[in-house]
């Protein structure tokens, strides 16, 4: 069944504790997938005890963006092969090397050869044929939308030699320490994020209120024309007119394309949640009363498991119904700045 876990480079370490009890759950093999240096990297172990996974977490993991797996064996041998992540295409493929890890168990099985797994075979059976001739397809919403139903309740995380990495249904896992972990049954999953009995983590805290983001915290995003300062935004500039809400003017045109860039880049992280509850005219109104800077914070605070993507909406729902009724721009004491 496995344990699959996606983070970031500023995800806080884990202790060996934590460490010992995945791999309780998972003795079956334990690997890990990253880019560095324009390359994908990838070390496997097929563990004797908890000291060689922890070994390979501490030289791998931590620190980096990364997938994590450990296999708890329910098809193929115990080894090497059959040890996530597994290769989809080589460096030699034409677009580079891609490579996934699984988590569940997928109804397509592993008659064909009973020593290897069933991930095995649906990458030789289903993902190579799909994938071969435009790799793009997969960093698509409406592929993933596809892949996600037909596997049903099973989760993939997929890793290329560019740093893309995608996880198809994501919302079947749990945000935790700041991370995503892929289930809650492989693993002495807490019922809430900041304890577990007598094993504990110190976590980011999740956002209560909109105030308590320190805009002056939020770093430089010059792909979103982010700045960091709210005067530089437009929400704040004197320049725009009273019919800026109206959105007829080049800011407003300026400001609807950010919501459709939000919106992209909320499905494009894998929020899919968000994504479906959300829309570019719902992310607009939300930006009319918070600004965009907020909202790009939120969206990568629901990224990176501070808040959940349930969260994500309601706030952006409410500044939404906000933005609406009172087309005024929010005070600094509102947004905490």
């Known amino acids: 069944m496995c344990l699959l876990i996606t983070q970031l480079a500023t995800a806080p370490s884990i202790p060996d504790h934590w460490l010992e009890d995945f791999y309780s759950y998972n003795p079956d093999g334990a690997g890990v997938m990253y880019v560095e240096d324009g390359r994908l990297q990838v070390h496997k172990v097929v563990p004797t005890c908890a000291e060689d996974f922890i070994k390979l977490f501490r030289d791998h993991a931590d620190g980096r963006e990364c997938a994590i797996h450990l296999r708890w064996r329910t098809h193929g041998d115990i080894n090497n092969e059959n040890t996530h992540p597994y290769e989809v295409f080589g460096e030699d493929h034409k677009d580079g090397a891609l490579w996934m890890m699984h988590n569940g ?10 020593t290897k797994s069933d991930t095995w075979h649906f990458i030789r059976d289903y993902l190579r044929p799909m994938l071969e001739h ?34 198809i249904n994501e919302e079947q896992g749990v945000r935790w320490g700041g991370r995503w ?3 809650t049954y492989a693993w002495s999953a807490p019922l809430h994020l900041e304890t577990k009995g007598a094993l504990k983590i110190t976590t980011t805290p999740l956002i209560e209120t909109i105030a308590e983001i320190d805009l002056a915290e939020i770093p430089e995003r010059p792909t979103y024309g982010v700045t960091g300062d709210p005067t530089q935004s437009w929400r704040w500039s004197d320049t725009v007119g009273a019919n800026t809400y109206g959105y007829e003017d080049e800011y407003g045109d300026y400001v609807y394309a950010q919501a459709e860039a939000l919106h992209e880049e909320i499905g494009e ?14 992310i607009l109104d939300a930006i009319t009363y918070y600004g965009e800077d907020v909202l790009w914070e939120l969206v990568y605070q629901a990224h990176d498991g501070y808040i959940t993507e349930q969260e994500l909406v309601n706030t952006i729902r409410a500044a939404a119904t906000e933005g609406t009724a009172q087309p005024t721009q929010p005070t600094h004491e509102q947004l905490g700045a």
Not at 269 to 282: I, R, T, W
């Open 134 to 167: 435009d790799r793009r397809i997969l960093f698509t919403y409406q592929f993933q939308e596809m892949l996600g139903k037909f596997i049903g309740n099973n989760r993939f995380t997929f890793l290329d030699a560019s740093g893309q990495m995608v996880t």
């Open 181 to 183: 972990m892929s289930n």
């Open 105 to 114: 168990v997928l109804a397509t099985g592993n008659a064909m050869d009973t």
């Open 269 to 282: 992280l894998g929020l899919s949640v968000a994504f479906k509850q959300l829309d570019e005219n719902v």
